[in-house]
T-cell receptor, first 113, second 113 residues
Framework: KAGVTQTPRYLIKTRGQQVTLSCSPI?????VSWYQQTPGQGLQFLFE???????NKGNFPGRFSGRQFSNSRSEMNVSTLELGDSALYLC????????????FGPGTRLLVL | GESVGLHLPTLSVQEGDNSIINCAYS??????FIWYKQESGKGPQFIID?????DKRQGQRVTVLLNKTVKHLSLQIAATQPGDSAVYFC????????????FGAGTRLFVKA
């Protein structure tokens, strides 16, 4: 089975721009979570989607949003980028009701200049 | 965003010795605790988990101990190998109202050959 894939792997943007990151979960996994990882703040939970619905959200501003499609693929969007948004964005998928193990993708490294 | 801690402690051990990595968690209502390993350039990889109604769980070369009285979690790695060198994260998960995982700051493990 293929693992979690994320595209793009690397991205450079400038302040004020917006960005969309994509995540394809493991086949059969319906829950997708997003995390932001920075050296200063560590791994922080952004949101979780299940069956196209956002079920949980971390403490991030409204500039961070996401969605999930009927095939469980997920996207996250960051609008009006700030320098502090530079981070590794990780996506993780799991099978609802079959253990809580999350499987992480390799991440998208975003640099905001 | 939510996170635990800003500093990354480091543990250095000799190959073949046992390693113990400690973690303090924040929410006594957490249902589930997980240890992840993250190597450079990769997403976190699941190592072992433990439910809140247990106090010990063993895997292959790894043991997780949970002390709910003091909200403490530890990961013991037996016969540490150079390939164990990585950053280790503890995480607590709440299953109520969706799925939400809060990660600890992480501990960097160096294994000296």
């Amino acid at each position: 089975k293929a693992g979690v894939t994320q595209t793009p792997r690397y991205l450079i943007k400038t302040r004020g721009q917006q960005v969309t990151l994509s995540c394809s979960p493991i086949s059969g996994h319906r829950s997708v979570s997003w995390y932001q990882q920075t050296p200063g703040q560590g791994l922080q939970f952004l949101f979780e989607y299940f069956s196209e619905t956002q079920r949980n959200k971390g403490n991030f501003p409204g500039r961070f949003s996401g969605r999930q499609f009927s095939n469980s693929r997920s996207e996250m969007n960051v609008s009006t980028l700030e320098l502090g948004d530079s981070a590794l964005y990780l996506c993780a998928s799991r099978v609802q009701g079959a253990g809580e193990t999350q499987y992480f993708g390799p991440g998208t490294r975003l640099l905001v200049l | 965003g939510e996170s635990v801690g800003l500093h990354l402690p480091t543990l250095s051990v000799q190959e073949g010795d046992n390693s113990i990595i400690n973690c303090a968690y924040s929410n006594s209502a957490s249902d589930y605790f997980i240890w992840y390993k993250q190597e450079s350039g990769k997403g976190p990889q699941f190592i072992i988990d433990i439910r809140s109604n247990m106090d010990k769980r063993q895997g292959q070369r790894v043991t997780v101990l949970l002390n709910k009285t003091v909200k403490h979690l530890s990961l013991q790695i037996a016969a540490t190998q150079p390939g164990d060198s990585a950053v280790y994260f503890c995480a607590e998960t709440l299953l109520t109202g969706g799925f939400k995982t809060i990660f600890g700051a992480g501990t960097r493990l160096f294994v000296k050959a």
